[in-house]
Nanobody, 126 residues
Framework: HVQLVESGGGLVQAGGSLRLSCSAS????????MGWFRQAPGTEREFVAA????????HSADSVKGRFAIARDSAKNTVYLQMNSLKPEDAALYYC???????????????????WGQGTQVTVSS
């Protein structure tokens, strides 16, 4: 079982930066692929970025490529989402997620993730 807690959200002006953190707990949590998703009011949840258990493989949505970067610190069981050049359309509730078991590679599909945090709110003012 994996527990996920996000932090780092807040209010930022367009063009600014934020770094989100996702702290994972659980005996084997450092061996899980991790993903970030977001959901704005009235929209469906969408993939943002994902990273393999060892950080060797990452994927990002086209909408955030070149602006957002995902990374992990396995010693701290923490995954980060560095968000630069934020736009108003990036405003959403951001969730981190992990699949049901280790050995699952990074995926862009939310149904392949089983464990979810409660989310952290990102607001971008224009």
């Amino acid at each position: 079982h994996v527990q996920l807690v996000e932090s780092g959200g807040g209010l930022v002006q367009a063009g600014g930066s934020l770094r989100l953190s996702c702290s994972a707990s659980g005996r084997t949590s450092s061996y899980y692929t991790m993903g970030w998703f977001r959901q704005a009011p009235g929209t469906e949840r969408e993939f943002v970025a994902a990273i393999s258990w060892n950080g060797g493989s990452t994927h990002s949505a086209d909408s955030v490529k070149g602006r957002f970067a995902i990374a992990r610190d396995s010693a701290k069981n923490t995954v980060y989402l560095q968000m630069n050049s934020l736009k108003p359309e990036d405003a959403a509730l951001y969730y981190c997620a992990a699949p049901r078991s280790v050995g699952v590679g990074p995926s862009t599909r939310d149904y392949e993730y089983h464990y979810w945090g409660q989310g952290t709110q990102v607001t971008v003012s224009s």
